[in-house]
């Protein structure tokens, strides 16, 4: 991986963490509707897809052969909120309430397992030339499921700041 992709996940998480940090635990974990995530809950569902990512890698690394696929504008794909996304169940979050401190440690925890992990590929070129499907986008290449980590995370602080708004 890139230093600029480092750069880039690191650079968005900051940006989560400005976000929500100065936040009440009851603004946290307040949903605008029964049918709404809270924040806290936006960040666990973070938490869950950094996870679920870590796991399709490995096991993406682990494959065979490489399976060069096609590779699609991602970008274009996750920030476009004018197209709503259903979270498959293994990537909602619990409906409990969170604290701050807990989302934060699970967060670092993740983004931990995530670097352990990419620094552990001594050849980085092979993440282009695996893949594994992904729930929402298809086939997408390890190199790009690294990329949907911090495009992701972006769409939801977008949608953090609404609820925020909405406070």
Not at 7 to 31: C, G
Not at 102 to 120: E, G, P
Not at 131 to 144: A, F, N, Y
């Amino acid at each position: 991986m890139s230093k600029l992709g480092n750069d880039t996940l690191t650079e968005t998480r900051n940006h989560l963490i400005n976000e929500i940090t100065l936040l009440s635990d009851a603004q946290f974990n307040w949903q605008p509707d029964r049918e709404s995530w809270s924040i806290a809950q936006v960040c666990h569902h973070l938490v869950l897809v950094e996870e679920a990512t870590i796991k399709a890698i490995t096991w993406g690394l682990k494959a065979g052969e490489p399976t060069q696929t096609e590779r699609i504008n991602v970008e274009l794909l996750i920030l476009d909120r004018t197209k709503k996304l259903i979270a498959p169940k293994i990537v909602e979050p619990d409906v409990k309430s969170f604290e701050m401190q807990q989302i934060f440690t699970l967060l670092n925890d993740s983004r931990k397992k995530l670097m352990t992990l990419l620094s552990s590929v001594d050849d980085k070129s092979i993440l282009a030339k695996k893949s594994v499907k992904h729930p929402s986008l298809g086939e997408l290449p390890l190199d790009q499921w690294i990329e949907q980590i911090y495009l992701h995370e972006k769409r939801h602080i977008e949608q953090i700041k609404e609820i925020k708004g909405l406070l």
